[in-house]
Nanobody, 117 residues
Framework: QVQLVESGGGLVQPGGSLNLSCVVS????????MGWYRQAPGKQRELVAA???????VYGDSTKGRVTIARENAKTTFYLRLNNLKPEDPGVYYC???????????WGQGTQVTVYS
């Protein structure tokens, strides 16, 4: 069974940077596509950035140009870095991985990010 656990959330100043980690237990090699999503209160969950089956990266409209994601299989960890934080960036950030062989999606429990001035 694959489990994902996010960490690194907390308070960040506007204009600052956010670094999140997602540790995968079980076999990370079983996961193909991986991504970061976020959900603000009263809003739907939205894409921050994610990899595709073709190895490309897709970005949310509000995060494009400010976000980097990376995967480190040796550490079974998936990373997010979001720069130049804006007032619309707070929310619960979730890590998601999709199993290669059956397409089942696994989600972490989320980590809260708050932007304050």
């Amino acid at each position: 069974q694959v489990q994902l656990v996010e960490s690194g959330g907390g308070l960040v100043q506007p204009g600052g940077s956010l670094n999140l980690s997602c540790v995968v237990s079980g076999s990370m090699f079983d996961l193909g596509r991986m991504g970061w999503y976020r959900q603000a209160p009263g809003k739907q969950r939205e894409l921050v950035a994610a990899t595709t089956n073709l190895g490309r990266t897709v970005y949310g409209d509000s995060t494009k140009g400010r976000v980097t994601i990376a995967r480190e299989n040796a550490k079974t960890t998936f990373y997010l870095r979001l720069n130049n934080l804006k007032p619309e960036d707070p929310g619960v950030y979730y890590c998601r991985g999709v199993a290669r062989f059956n397409g089942v999606a696994y989600w972490g429990q989320g980590t809260q990010v708050t932007v304050y001035s």
